[in-house]
Structures are given as C-alpha cells and as structure tokens.
C-alpha cells in the first residue's frame, strides 16, 4: 500500500463513528420481550443505542451508560453479539457522510420492569418476527413467504442458480425434507431482506427480486439496521439456552418446572415434551426443590424451585441438552 493510499484510509476512518446497541430481553409469562424505543410518530421501534464517546472507559461501559439514560434499566447479563457496518449505515443528523458502525449488545432481565419513561416499551420479539413462533402451529404467514421464495428459485437464470437458490430457501426455512432451525432467524431474515420480501429492503434502496408491493407486512419495522440487530440476539439466545444455563438469568428466584419450561418455549418458539424436559433438567442438576409450594393454574400446588449456582464449580460448561426435548407442533 502506497503512503497516498494510506492517508487516504486514515482521513477515511475518521468518518466513522461508532454506536452501541442492545437488545434488552425478559421472559413475562410466556411471552418474550424486548425493551423498545418507540418514535415519535410511532412508525418504526428501537433498540436503546447511544454513540460511543470518549468519556466511556469500555464499551460496555458506554451501553449500560445509555441503556440507563433512555430506560432507567441497570443492566446485569450483557454480552457482546456482532459488529455492524453496512455501507448504508449512515449517521442521523450528520452534515456529512459519517459511516456508523454498530456494536449490538444482548442483555438479560429477570422481570419486565416498569417503563420509566414515556418513549420507552416491552413488545413481543414475536411482534417483529411472526413467522418465528411455531408454539401454536406453523406461522400463517409463512403460507404466502413459502409462495414468493419458490417463485424467487424458479426465476433463476440458470439451473446452477435454481439449485443454490433452492438449496438455501430448504436450509433457511425448513423446506422439502429439511426440518426447521429454530437458530436460523438472522439467515431467514437475510434471505427476506435480499429478495425485498421485508420494508426495510425498499427503505435502504437496496437491489430487490420483488416490488414494494409485494413485501409480508406483518412484521412490526425498526429503524436503521436494527431488525437485523435483533435477530441475531434472538439466533444467539435460541443457540445458547441449548447448551448453557442462561435461561436463569431470565427466571425469578424461585420458580416452577411449568414456569421454566413455557420461559424455554417462549424463546425457542417451539413446545416441548414436558416429561422429557423434566427429566433432562433434573438429571443435570441444574434445579433444586426449595421445599416450598405454589398454586398451580388449576389451584394444585406445583413445587417451587430455584437455580443450583454450584453447578458451574461442578461442571464449568452445563448444558441442558435441550435441542433433545424441543419439538414442532
């Protein structure tokens, strides 16, 4: 690289800026949440964000400071997800053109916490992907994605094309003879968002196979990239539940196996068997009885729980091995 093309790369990186995003989430009932930021005129969420600064030590740091400005939410679990940087990313407001990079947080409560603020709300993650909740049988909209996406693998130009093309639709969403991944949910997005089956394409201008009309509408909008933000958070999280305990980081102190297993589907968006899930959480030693009592739904006293925090000096990486008790209706 010559000496011009390199003070051309550093004039350009600082055009930069860089922005920290998070994807706040609980578990209320059985329904899971996110904490959004609504707009103005209500025409498309957020996610808590705020622009890294020079007075944050870390990043961290920085996101848990404008998480509590916005929302008035401390956070506890954070963990890092993926850094953001589509070329169409651009910084609101801004004179000129400043790329944003994007560094997307998940964060994990115990409880939907009041709304301290008038901009602030907990939606249904359900509420952005509809197509992701199989608890009540196959999404119906996924009826008329199904349609678009086969006639998107027809209008390849050749058979090399089709085949791809047809190979991804039956990997994303569980076509053919290929079961569905609940981990999937970036890739279908993606998909979605390439062939200009969701807003967001027609929005950023981006090159589409369809026309505006023909986008799934359910679906509620977010701004800028953070649809795509929140996918991944929700990818991560169906991921994790599998093979660590941070699903107790969503539960109360003591809970029941019926309050932890509808926590477990509602993130997954799938049922489950109940005895097996019993089964595989008590033989790892992941749950221990309080001695105590709850009333049931039906006025039955259900035994009232708590996480065994010794499990992770026992076995330093405890798995639940979940994927063996999650099913499709």
Known sequence: MSVRTQQQAIAASRELAVDLSAVIVCVTGDQPQILAIRSENDAAD?????????????LEAGLRSWVESQTH???????????????????????????????????????????????TVWRNWYQYFPWEDWRSGKPAVLARIERQLRSWVA?????????????????????????WSDERVLERYELLYEIGLVPETHRDRAPAWCSADDVIKEGALMIADH???????????RGKIKYRPVVFELMPPTFTFLNLQQAVEALAGLLMHKSNFRRLVESQGLVEDTGEVSAGAAGRPARLLRYRHDILLERPVPGARLPQALRGK
């Open 46 to 58: 957020a996610l808590a964000s705020g622009p890294l600064e020079s007075r944050h030590r870390t």
């Open 227 to 237: 649809r795509r933000v929140l996918a991944t958070a929700i990818a991560r999280l």
């Open 155 to 179: 209008d390849a130009e050749g058979a090399g094309d089709r085949r791809a093309r047809a190979e991804r639709v039956r990997a994303c969403f569980g076509l053919g003879n290929i079961r």
């Open 73 to 119: 939410q401390c956070l506890g679990y954070v963990e890092q997800l993926y850094t953001f940087g589509d070329r169409n990313r651009m910084v609101v407001g801004s004179n000129r053109r400043v790329r944003m990079l994007s560094i997307g947080y998940l964060a994990l409560v115990r409880e939907a916490r009041p709304e301290n603020t008038s901009n």
